[in-house]
């Protein structure tokens, strides 16, 4: 039992600002202030994530930590909690993100190869059966190739992203994983908000679900699945398919 002990109007209980994210996940700071310690000498019992106070919100403490106030002699003794009351029942909200990248491909893999090889005159490498190349000019010999010494292009690269949390690993989260699948979005869920839906790819482009992560928020667990998108000839079938899946075919 901590001691109650004051420092004239001083009360030893500190409750920080708390806070309560999209997710429903609640996080905040408890201080307790023990007078008449020295630097030198914290009581380490306190230093325990099991010895923070009870202020009545059921939820973990993730860390404990002590300070040292010179001036008032004085302990602090800090612990952050985070975390879900086991009897909430309220949803977790669900957080989509698109992250775009430019990236590069070899131009022997665009779509209109055949029509690039003919229209800039495209010559096979001396001494390879695979690899071509630019000339300096058109086939015409009067103009400049604007390809010449041209290998690669541009083209867009997309990651979505699904985050929610849950008390458990859904027993499906590696059901689709390296297999060809749209991504899943949200419908509206609060007030003055809309529906979130990733974007529609052109075909042959489609999105490839990739590995999750996992990560521990007191007694939640924050979910992150994501889905890769394809370059300008789609991610094949035959060889990501449900056959193939980290965990099986499964909803």
């Known amino acids: 039992m901590r001691s109650s002990t004051t420092f004239g109007d001083h009360q030893p209980l500190h409750i920080k600002p708390f806070t309560r994210d999209r997710f429903g996940v ?16 914290p009581n380490w019992s306190l230093c325990d994530i099991n010895s923070c106070p009870d202020i009545g919100l059921a939820i973990p403490c993730i860390k404990a930590e002590r300070e040292f106030n010179e001036k008032m002699g004085m302990g602090i003794y800090r612990y952050t909690m985070e975390g879900q009351p086991l009897n909430d029942t309220s949803d977790s909200y669900v957080y989509c993100t698109m992250d775009g990248t430019d990236r590069e491909e070899p131009i022997l893999t665009h779509p209109l190869w055949s029509d690039l090889k003919t229209l800039y005159g495209a010559k096979p490498v001396p001494g390879s059966s695979t690899d071509w190349y630019f000339p300096p000019m058109m086939p015409d010999g009067k103009t400049a190739n604007p ?53 529609q790819l052109i075909h042959p482009r489609n999105w490839l679900k990739i590995a999750p992560s996992i ?31 980290a965990g099986g075919a499964g909803p």
Request: net charge positive; glycine share 8%; proline share 5%.
């Open 26 to 41: 609640y996080s905040g700071v408890v201080e307790w202030h023990v007078f008449n310690e020295t630097y030198d000498k």
């Open 147 to 199: 390809l010449y010494g041209a290998t690669s292009y541009l083209t867009v690269g997309m990651t979505w992203t699904r985050v929610y949390c849950s008390t458990q690993i859904p027993v499906n989260l590696l059901s689709k994983v390296d297999t060809v699948c749209d991504p899943i979005g949200h419908p509206a869920q609060q007030k003055n908000t809309a529906s979130i839906q990733p974007p």
């Open 215 to 245: 990560q521990e928020r007191g007694n939640m667990l924050q979910i992150t699945e994501r889905w890769l998108a394809s370059g300008k000839n789609g991610w094949n079938k035959d060889v990501y398919n449900a056959k193939s899946a």
